[in-house]
T-cell receptor, first 114, second 109 residues
Framework: IAGITQAPTSQILAAGRRMTLRCTQDMRHNAMYWYRQDLGLGLRLIHY???????GKGEVPDGYSVSRANTDDFPLTLASAVPSQTSVYFC?????????????FGPGTRLTVL | GQNIDQPTEMTATEGAIVQINCTYQ??????LFWYQQHAGEAPTFLSY????GLEEKGRFSSFLSRSKGYSYLLLKELQMKDSASYLC??????????FGAGTTVTVRA
């Protein structure tokens, strides 16, 4: 079934540890996104990639990095996790960046940093 | 920054109609999206408006007024499965999506 997969589903992490959240899509979408969702704040954009080989910063990029080596994969790395990064992380993709392109979301990764 | 406001919670009875309002102030406008998100699940696309007026899709309709910075999502003939959060999102001048905090709709029997 075509779509977006994320791994892991959930993770408990000690503060200071490095963590990579994985995201893979098989829809051959050009654009990919990482959001975090916190209660009362809604979805906030962390980083995005309009096409393979390019990345950009969103609203809350500090403490996170991304890479886009190919079309399908868009990993998000926390270099040194802090408790404020406890959140649900959603990866999304869209065919392109045209105004009408809807975004498709992965199932999410629930991350707890202690 | 972007400012997107929607009510936090709404409750309605099965079979009834509920209207979820969304007001926005953003840097540029390239369309407004509504997403549905059931608890513990990913958001899924419901509707897209870029021109003023009403878009109807089955039991769900979405309205946009660009001059007022206003949209609403209308859910008709409510069913228990419609209990979810509804997210309003605006695509800005950089073509990025900014989301409201979401409206949790509870449908009671």
């Amino acid at each position: 079934i075509a779509g977006i997969t994320q791994a892991p589903t959930s993770q408990i992490l000690a503060a200071g540890r490095r963590m990579t959240l994985r995201c893979t899509q098989d829809m051959r979408h050009n654009a990919m996104y990482w959001y975090r969702q916190d209660l009362g704040l809604g979805l906030r954009l962390i980083h995005y990639s309009n096409t393979a080989g390019t990345t950009g910063k969103g609203e809350v990029p500090d403490g996170y990095s991304v890479s886009r080596a190919n079309t399908d994969d868009f990993p998000l790395t926390l270099a040194s996790a802090v408790p404020s990064q406890t959140s649900v992380y959603f990866c999304a993709s869209s065919q392109g960046i045209a105004a009408y392109n809807e975004q498709f979301f992965g199932p999410g990764t629930r991350l707890t940093v202690l | 920054g972007q400012n997107i406001d929607q009510p936090t919670e709404m409750t309605a009875t099965e079979g009834a109609i509920v209207q979820i309002n969304c007001t926005y102030q953003t840097s540029g406008f390239n369309g407004l999206f509504w997403y549905q998100q059931h608890a513990g699940e990913a958001p899924t696309f419901l509707s897209y408006n870029v021109l003023d007026g009403l878009e109807e899709k089955g039991r769900f309709s979405s309205f946009l007024s660009r001059s007022k910075g206003y949209s609403y999502l209308l859910l008709k003939e409510l069913q228990m499965k419609d209990s979810a959060s509804y997210l309003c999102a605006v695509r800005d001048s950089d073509y990025k999506l900014s989301f409201g905090a979401g409206t949790t709709v509870t449908v009671r029997a």
